[in-house]
């Protein structure tokens, strides 16, 4: 019987790109078909608990803080699905031999990156949407949807996406979930995503400054809240940081064992 990669192999479309584009699509749909419901289901949940959880540990909410929450509720939820669950799984495929696989396809290394990033771009929308609606619910605060707004979203996916996917495709298999969840925590409890970075010592404000997950979280904040204005500083490390972790990722796709 023949398995699932070999019918893959040879249904595969030698010269059209576009077939060949669309073909990774369903492959890495097929591939993850039961874990993409799963990851609606915790990203909704992280939401939820981000912006009622953590409203609970506020005495008193002003609009700065609810804002700040419902931001950082999109903004961790973007960092969970592109840091943490797509390096993971990724490194769970070079464990399994599909990334080695992936390496001798006649495609595009880039149409390879490209149609996983939109496979988790799509996985991370139901924590958005979420995020959106708790907050409008819990804080009876408008969501400005605008093009700058929906771009910077889309930014942010590829930043993260393309940060877990370096992760997963340059450290050893057994530094990719402690790498990942040293993210998590220190995006979930230490990063001034949903509080105020002035709370912090200068010196750490500029580390987390340099980190491209304060930033994204300043354009979010920016974009689809209002509070505050877009920063090009932001925007630089954000789109340096997606184009050299991006790069990362082609070259490991590339190079040759």
Not at 139 to 166: D, E, K, R
Request: glycine fraction near 6%; hydrophobic fraction near 55%; charge should be positive.
């Amino acid at each position: 019987m023949k398995s699932k990669l070999e019918i893959y192999s040879e249904a595969m479309p030698k010269n059209d790109s576009l077939l060949q584009f669309w073909g990774l699509m369903r492959w890495s749909l097929i591939r993850h078909k039961y874990l993409l419901p799963t990851f609606s289901i915790a990203q909704a949940v992280l939401a939820l608990a981000i912006v009622y959880g953590l409203a609970l540990l506020i005495p008193e909410i002003d609009e700065e803080t609810s804002l700040y929450l419902s931001s950082g509720a999109i903004t961790l939820g973007i960092i969970a699905v592109g840091c943490v669950l797509a390096a993971q799984i990724v490194n769970t495929a070079k464990q399994d031999g599909i990334v080695k696989y992936q390496k001798t396809l006649p495609v595009n290394r880039m149409s390879i990156l490209f149609a996983d990033i939109i496979i988790w771009g799509i996985a991370s929308l139901p924590g958005i949407f979420m995020s959106c609606f708790a907050a409008m619910i819990r804080f009876n605060i408008s969501i400005n949807v605008s093009l700058t707004s929906i771009l910077i979203i889309l930014l942010a996916q590829v930043a993260m996406i393309s940060i877990g996917f370096a992760i997963a495709y340059w450290l050893p298999s057994n530094l990719v979930a402690l790498v990942t969840q040293i993210i998590m925590i220190g995006g979930l409890l230490f990063s001034p995503i949903t509080y105020p970075a002035d709370r912090l010592p200068d010196w750490m404000s500029v580390i987390y400054n340099v980190l491209p997950f304060v930033p994204t979280s300043n354009l979010i904040r920016a974009t689809l809240f209002g509070l505050g204005s877009i920063s090009f500083v932001n925007l630089f490390v954000v789109i340096i940081w997606a184009l050299f972790t991006f790069g990362l990722s082609l070259f490991a796709l590339s190079r040759k064992e």
